[in-house]
Nanobody, 133 residues
Framework: QVQLVESGGGLVQAGGTLRLSCAAS?????????????MGWFRQAPGKEREFVAA????????YYEDSVKGRFTISRDNAKNTAYLQMNSLKPEDTAVYYC?????????????????????WGQGTQVTVSS
């Protein structure tokens, strides 16, 4: 079993920045190292479906972004700390949502694959991000 805990959310003015963290823990990550999990960030605004924001491949390297956050958000990971991050700059009111991190043990690849929430095995409880205008 893998547990994911997000932190770093809060209230920020438009144009501001936040850095979300996703700390992974669990019994040997179900027999695998953290670096073998693809990591994703999703968000869900009130009354809307949960949508893809960003993802990073197993072992780092390639990253994928939803078009509306490209150039403003950066996903990264520190495998030594079993943690994934989402740096959010130039925040807009439309970025307001609960942000969730997720871990995938599968071997898929590509933006469309990482964007499908059903490809993830583990989810955090979410952290609220509110951007005021």
């Amino acid at each position: 079993q893998v547990q994911l805990v997000e932190s770093g959310g809060g209230l920020v003015q438009a144009g501001g920045t936040l850095r979300l963290s996703c700390a992974a823990s669990g019994s040997s990550f179900s027999g695998r190292s953290f670096s073998t999990y693809g990591m994703g960030w999703f968000r869900q605004a009130p009354g809307k479906e949960r949508e893809f924001v960003a993802a990073i491949r197993r072992n780092g390297g390639y990253t994928y972004y939803e078009d509306s956050v490209k150039g403003r958000f950066t996903i990264s990971r520190d495998n030594a700390k079993n943690t994934a991050y989402l740096q959010m700059n130039s925040l807009k009111p439309e970025d307001t949502a609960v942000y969730y991190c997720a871990a995938s043990s599968s071997l898929g690849d590509g933006k469309s694959w990482y964007a499908r929430k059903y490809n993830y095995d583990y989810w955090g409880q979410g952290t609220q991000v509110t951007v005021s205008s």
